[in-house]
């Protein structure tokens, strides 16, 4: 494939754009699988408050990414999958998704040029955000004991975040990206 | 890569802002059906359907570690809990002979004062799977479901005492909502005295508390609380927690009890639901 592809066109992204391994479909597809394994698997009773919602995650990773890949439909079936994984009311995860989501493309082509630590720090209002927006809605929906502990996950995923956004530079060639000088 | 990227700024699509606008109206619409009416109950059964399958292959490696660890088990271990478990058989039964005793006595005083014989119930036995990862609610996921013949409303106890009652019912899955849950309530009878109550749960792991009691209640710390049966959800009888001690809130008219939950609640994985009798009238003496 030519440089050309896959690429943001030359005038946002001055320098460093071509990527060893850009982003695939499956690529985007695996890793959001993986993610959602992980939400499913067995955690022990006693850290399950502390477990990051991985999906929503990667999502985010890839929102900035691959937006054409992963967008506001994408967000809306991994928010509802959510729902029903956690046996929430129905439709809390997917708005909270979709406000993510939403946020992330509006910044998308500035979140895209930083390293992912200061990257993390600019997403962390995602992370933390969408578990007090669940509560909150929650709660607006007539669920009134709230267990607080669960905002910690979304500090555990901002805490994350640069080691994922790492790996997952890493499979998209974005970490053999010439720094620029 | 397949296809180019569009690029958003000169594509033909709603732009960004419209079509999250139609999705935060979707969810909202979901949320609000999902307040009101019952009708995505099956949409929720059908996709835990799915995702039954893949959480349990998911959970098979860590059997498989367990159950590798369970095998390296030193002899001298097992022998010790043989013993133990002797002896436990032993009082077991002596207890199970007394049992029968005022079993039999129980009928015949039944069978004397022409009240009707109290609904048998089925036990299944079930196993936890996991714990629901929900902020708003104290639940847990057990390995039997529909398939296996579970509906929703059933107790749900443990070898101690009552843990729970089934809520949802999935095809090979069901939720139990725990004793501690804030909105769980379970009708009880103080067995000292034959006082009836209420104990809910407070949202904290293992608390119970009977609310709003009158200022001369007779239930001090140390009473016993069982099922009382009355509500035709639980069957009479059963463990349910053991008063730790009484307060007053400052200048509120009632007394609130603290209790302990007897059932392992958060503790065990093994759980028995109860089956109530197949519906049969109850005749009137």
């Given at each position: ?181 | ?188 009878m103080n067995?000292?005295n034959g006082l009836r109550l ?19 209640a007779d239930i ?66």
């Amino acid at each position: 494939m030519t440089p050309a592809q896959g690429t943001r066109p030359k005038h946002f992204l001055p320098k460093g754009t071509e990527l060893v391994a850009p982003p695939t479909r499956i690529k985007v597809f695996g890793s959001l699988l993986l993610a959602l394994a992980l939400n499913l698997s067995p955690w022990v009773d006693s850290v399950r408050w502390l477990v990051p919602d991985f999906a929503f995650m990667v999502l985010l990773y890839w929102n900035i990414r691959a937006p054409w890949f992963a967008g506001l439909g994408m967000a809306f079936v991994l928010g509802l999958i959510a729902d029903v994984d956690r046996g929430l009311h129905m439709g809390l995860s997917s708005l909270a998704y979709c406000l993510a989501t939403f946020l992330v493309l509006s910044l998308q082509r500035r979140l895209e040029n930083f390293d992912a630590f200061s990257q993390g720090l600019q997403v962390a209002p995602m992370l933390l955000g969408k578990d007090a927006l669940v509560l909150v809605l929650g709660f607006w929906f007539g669920h009134h004991s709230i267990d607080w502990r669960w905002l910690a996950a979304g500090v555990v995923s901002a805490l994350l975040w640069p080691l994922l956004a790492w790996l997952l530079d890493v499979l998209t060639g974005h970490a053999s990206k010439p720094q620029p000088d | 890569m397949s296809q180019p990227p569009k690029n958003p700024l000169f594509s033909r699509e709603m732009g960004l802002s419209a079509r999250f606008g139609l999705y935060v109206l979707a969810s909202l619409v979901i949320a609000g059906v999902e307040a009101r009416y019952d009708v995505l109950h099956s949409v929720r059964v059908g996709v835990n359907g799915l995702l039954g399958p893949v959480r349990v292959t998911l959970a098979r490696p860590w059997e498989w570690l367990r159950e590798a660890g369970d095998f390296f088990v030193i002899h001298g271990a097992l022998q010790a809990e043989n013993r133990r478990l002797r002896q436990e058989r032993e009082h077991l039964l002596a207890y199970q002979l007394d049992r029968q005793a005022l079993q039999a006595e129980n009928r015949h005083l039944r069978a004397s004062l022409e009240l009707p014989r109290p609904p048998g119930v089925t036990p299944i036995h079930a196993e936890i799977m996991q714990t629901a990862p929900d902020p708003f609610m104290h639940r847990v996921i057990i390995n039997r479901g529909s398939t296996q013949g579970l509906a929703a409303g059933w107790p749900v106890i443990d070898g101690a005492g009552l843990v729970g009652q089934v809520t949802r019912v999935f095809a090979f899955t069901a939720e139990v909502t725990l004793l501690t849950d804030k909105d769980q309530g379970a009708p009880v009878m103080n067995m000292r005295n034959g006082l009836r109550l209420i104990v809910s749960g407070t949202g904290t792991q293992n608390l119970l508390e009977v609310r709003f009691l009158g200022m001369h209640a007779d239930i001090k710390a140390g009473d016993w609380l069982y099922t009382s049966g009355i509500d035709g959800v639980y069957p009479m009888g059963i463990p349910v927690a053991k008063v730790m001690n009484t307060s007053q809130a400052h200048g509120a008219p009632f007394i609130q009890a603290q209790c302990r939950p007897l059932g392992g609640v958060g503790r065990y994985r093994q759980l028995t639901v109860l089956r109530p009798a197949p519906a049969s009238p109850v005749e009137k003496p």
